[in-house]
C-alpha cells in the first residue's frame, strides 16, 4: 500500500494534469482553448488604481451642457449671422452634433436649417478649402 501513495504508475495519471484541447463542454469543439484567467484592467475587467484619472478609475467630472440659445434666449436662429453659425461648423464643413456642442434638439434643428439655408446662398462653405 506505501507503495501506491507514494509514486503514481503509469495507469494513474496525476489530478492536476487535463489535456490543453478541453473546451470545457460536451458540445463540438470550436478550436477555443481556455487560456486562464484575464489580466485586470482588460476590457470589462477592473481597473487599476492611481491611473491617470486618480483612485477608482475615474476621469474627470464633466458638468451637463447647456443650450446657448436657451440660456441668452434667442428664438430666431437667422441664416444671415454667419459669426453665429460658424461656431457650429467644424473645419471640414460638418454640422457639429448636439452632443458636443449642448444645444437643446428644438434649436439644433433650427441651426442646422440655418446653415443650409447660408450654405444654398454662399455666405458659407460647404466644405473646407483644402
Avoid at 460658424?86 to 437643446?104: D, N, S, W, Y
Wanted: proline content about 10%; overall charge positive; some cysteine.
Amino acid at each position: 500500500m506505501a507503495d501506491e501513495t507514494s509514486t503514481p504508475t503509469e495507469t494513474q495519471a496525476p489530478a492536476a494534469a487535463a489535456p490543453a484541447t478541453t473546451t470545457g463542454h460536451s458540445g463540438p469543439s470550436t478550436g477555443f482553448v481556455p487560456r486562464g484567467p484575464r489580466p485586470a484592467g482588460g476590457p470589462g475587467g477592473p481597473r487599476p488604481a492611481g491611473g491617470p484619472g486618480g483612485p477608482g478609475g475615474r476621469k474627470f467630472f464633466r458638468r451637463k451642457k447647456v443650450c446657448k440659445f436657451c440660456t441668452e434666449k434667442i428664438d430666431q436662429i437667422s441664416y444671415r449671422d454667419v459669426r453665429l453659425l460658424q461656431g457650429f461648423v467644424a473645419e471640414r464643413g460638418k454640422i457639429v452634433p448636439r452632443r458636443l456642442t449642448g444645444v437643446c434638439t428644438t434649436h439644433q434643428r433650427r441651426l442646422s436649417l440655418a446653415i443650409k439655408q447660408s450654405r444654398n446662398i454662399a455666405l458659407l462653405a460647404f466644405a473646407a478649402r483644402f
